[in-house]
């Protein structure tokens, strides 16, 4: 059965079915096909290692008789934080439903029907990424390394990064980076979302021929993946 992607016209009907899709819970989206857990960065645990290190190696002096007991308090405290930051992390995972994508530990249903398979791309790297749109912001889970980014279902209309000025018409859209391996979720994302009946052959392709590096400045090229209020998907060529 072929589906036809959202297209929002700005009618009552439209802001009705967003509105209802925006509500969906796991079991709308569908049996889980696929799941990418991300690369936790280094900056969530290293610094934790690093300072309970350094406690330990002054702890010895103060007292040597002592130090067996705070060594181990030390290990627990400072391992313990850096252990829960790489567990945290770990969480928060791309699933690939039947019918949706579920991002995050929360599990943030996004719809195939808002999926825009035209807006998608490939970053080389986290960092710098929330200077880099306009339609709602992005929203990226802790991660290292290269990053699928597509855009869909914008849970919070009107949001917008930090380092821009907030739209005057919210959007029902925004970007998202996914967790895992790019060429692998895409692809599990690209086979979904055909055996749904959407029109997403060769999204995983267009993304990859789309890899960028986003620096520190803002350059226009960056628009790419945006998708304002009343935009329609993109031609996919």
């Not at 079915?17 to 799941?35: F, H, N």
């Not at 990418?36 to 350094?54: D, E, H, K």
């Amino acid at each position: 059965m072929s589906r036809a992607l959202l297209q929002d016209d700005g009618s009552g009907r439209i802001h009705a079915e967003l509105a209802a899709l925006a509500r969906w819970s796991r079991q709308d989206a569908g049996e889980v096909t696929a799941t990418f857990a991300p690369n936790p960065p280094w900056i969530l645990t290293l610094p934790w290692l690093v300072l309970g290190l350094v406690l330990l190696v002054a702890a010895f002096p103060v007292n040597p008789q002592f130090f067996p007991v705070a060594a181990a308090i030390i290990l627990v405290i400072f391992g313990g934080t850096a252990l829960a930051a790489w567990l945290w992390a770990r969480s928060q995972k791309t699933r690939v439903a039947r019918h949706a994508l579920l991002v995050g530990a929360r599990r943030q249903v996004i719809p195939f029907a808002t999926i825009d398979p035209a807006r998608v791309a490939v970053s080389t790297r986290v960092r710098y990424l929330g200077r880099h749109f306009h339609s709602g912001g992005i929203r990226i889970l802790q991660s290292q390394g290269a990053t699928a980014i597509i855009n869909g279902l914008n849970p919070d209309p009107g949001a917008t990064s930090p380092h821009l000025p907030p739209s005057t018409v919210p959007s029902p859209f925004c970007e998202w980076g996914l967790a895992g391996e790019p060429a692998e979720v895409l692809a599990a994302l690209e086979a979904a979302m055909v055996a749904d009946g959407y029109p997403a052959h060769g999204l995983a392709q267009r993304a990859q021929s789309r890899t960028f590096t986003p620096p520190k400045a803002h350059p226009a090229q960056d628009l790419l993946l945006q998708r304002r209020a009343l935009d329609p998907p993109l031609p996919q060529v």
